[in-house]
C-alpha cells in the first residue's frame, strides 16, 4: 500500500480530532458552494454532486470518531 493511499490517508484523519477533519471539509464545502453560485449549469450540476460526497463524508467521519470515542471509553472501562 502506497504512503499516500486513500486509507493511509483516512487513518492520519482518525489519528487528528473531528474538528481538524470537519474544518478540511468546510474549505471544500465553501467552494463547492462558490461554484453553485457562479458556475455554468454543468460546474454547478457537478458541485452538487461533489457537495453529496462531502456530506457524507463528513457524515462517515462523525461515525467514525463516535465510534473510536466509544471504543477508548469501552477500553477504559474495567472488566468485571
Known amino acids: 500500500m502506497s504512503e499516500d493511499s486513500i486509507f493511509s490517508r483516512v487513518e492520519t484523519a482518525l489519528e487528528g480530532e473531528a474538528g481538524e477533519v470537519r474544518q478540511e471539509l468546510d474549505v471544500v ?45 469501552e477500553a477504559a472501562t474495567p472488566e468485571d
Not at 37 to 61: C, H, I, M, N, W
Open 29 to 73: 464545502r465553501s467552494a463547492l458552494e462558490e461554484l453553485l453560485r457562479s458556475g455554468d449549469p454543468k460546474e454547478k450540476a457537478s458541485a452538487r454532486r461533489a457537495r453529496l460526497a462531502v456530506d457524507r463524508t463528513q457524515a462517515l467521519f462523525d461515525d467514525l470518531f463516535a465510534l473510536r470515542e466509544k471504543m477508548q471509553g
